[in-house]
């Protein structure tokens, strides 16, 4: 699935400078982490992962407009689906 079908305004950048970069981190397993990217291929760009023995953290870099809701909804439908640890 490429990336734009999933986020689509994440191609404004150069359209529009006031958007900015928001970070989410995840914790999930690795096989979360694979399922994710399998589903996900074209999010290399926007996903790095941190190995650990069980664990991994999956990093997703949205971007949107400062206090943009496409943004923020996008950031709390992410940390719902991936059980974000704060």
């Given at each position: 699935m490429d990336a734009r079908a999933l986020w689509p305004e994440a191609n404004m950048t150069e359209?529009?400078?006031?958007?900015?970069?928001?970070?989410?981190?995840?914790?999930?397993?690795?096989?979360?982490y694979r399922r994710f990217c399998h589903a996900s291929a074209s999010l290399d760009q926007r996903v790095?992962?941190?190995?650990t023995k069980s664990n991994c953290t999956l990093r997703v870099n949205i971007y949107g407009c400062?206090?943009?809701?496409?943004?923020?909804d996008e950031v709390r439908r992410?940390?719902?689906r991936m059980r974000i640890v704060q």
């Open positions: 359209r529009n400078k006031s958007w900015v970069l928001h970070t989410l981190a995840a914790e999930i397993t690795n096989s979360d790095s992962l941190i190995e400062k206090g943009d809701a496409f943004a923020d992410i940390a719902i």
